[in-house]
């Protein structure tokens, strides 16, 4: 089963078509840390995490991960963490994503296992397909509406992979 982003505002799966959000410059075949692009090509999913205070245990076929206060996603590229999941104490010295927000767009997500597995400097970190209320452009990310969001987990398979073209 393959996730397609079809164009900047369509994400198609088996019979479902949702509306969705995509980086505010576009689609790229040579992302850039910072560049506000989506990565163009075929990526495994990774574990989804949520906020247990915010969103029931969600069904997934995927690992489910409590997103906690000290929780964060490195996109320092000089850090041997960089797009990795972090641990965030006092005196860190590095660049970072807060995965505990004030705001609902982390309240769900799935990491999109984009420059992971081998990372590279400056290739872009931090790519999720997360919640959006008002399908504003981001920063690179994936973006659907909470209750899309609940039905495509219920598809997706551990060997799901999302499709970005």
Request: with cysteine; charged share 35%; proline share 2%.
């Amino acid at each position: 089963m393959t996730i397609i982003i079809k164009n900047k505002e369509t994400l198609l799966i088996d019979d479902f078509k949702f509306r969705c959000s995509v980086g505010k410059n576009g689609f790229s075949r040579n992302k850039k840390e910072g560049d506000n692009k989506t990565p163009i090509g075929i990526f495994n999913l990774g574990n989804i995490y949520y906020r247990e205070d915010r969103i029931i245990k969600p069904i997934s076929k995927l690992k489910k991960i409590k997103i906690k206060r000290n929780m964060g996603w490195c996109d320092d590229p000089k850090s041997k963490n960089y797009n990795k999941l972090i641990k965030i104490k006092k005196n860190l010295k590095i660049s970072y994503e807060k995965l505990f927000r004030k705001d609902n767009k982390y309240d769900l997500f799935i990491l999109i296992k984009y420059n992971y597995k081998k990372t590279y400097r400056n290739k872009g970190s931090a790519i999720f397909l997360h919640l959006t209320k008002n399908y504003l452009p981001t920063q690179g990310c994936i973006a659907i509406k909470k209750e899309d969001f609940l039905i495509l987990n219920k598809l997706i398979r551990k060997n799901t992979k999302i499709k970005i073209t």
